[in-house]
């Protein structure tokens, strides 16, 4: 069982910047991708980022290339997503997931364990 809490969400204008937290609970994250999905209202549950935790490989989707960094802690069993050069349609509840696998993929349904979410506002 991996617990997840995310922090970091909040306020902020557009072209601003703003750093998620996810704290997971785990005696070792090795084999498992840790990834982060947003959520707009009336819209999918989409793929944001993800990292493996055991080589740092990352994979980011196309709509936040070159904007949006995903990295771990391996102390802390913590992982971050830097979001610079924000614009407001990444508004949305973002979530920290986590997958049994070392391998990085995009669907929801391959994630185990997921966060309660935090709230990403960017105002125009």
């Known amino acids: 069982q991996v617990q997840l809490v995310e922090s970091g969400g909040g306020l902020v204008q557009a072209g601003g910047s703003l750093r998620l937290s996810c704290a997971a609970s785990?005696?070792?994250?090795?084999?498992?991708?840790l990834g982060w999905f947003r959520q707009a209202p009336a819209k999918e549950r989409e793929f944001v980022s993800a990292?493996?935790?055991?080589?740092?490989?990352?994979f980011d989707a196309d709509s936040v290339k070159g904007r949006f960094t995903i990295s771990r802690d391996n102390a802390k069993n913590t992982v971050y997503l830097q979001m610079n050069r924000l614009k407001p349609e990444d508004t949305a509840v973002y979530y920290c997931?986590?997958?049994?696998?070392?391998?990085?993929?995009?669907?929801?349904?391959?994630?185990?364990?997921w966060g309660q979410g935090t709230q990403v506002t960017v105002s125009s």
């Open positions: 785990a005696r070792t994250l090795t084999r498992y991708v």
């Open positions: 997931a986590a997958r049994r696998s070392d391998v990085i993929v995009t669907s929801t349904q391959g994630y185990d364990y």
């Open positions: 990292v493996n935790w055991k080589d740092g490989n990352t």
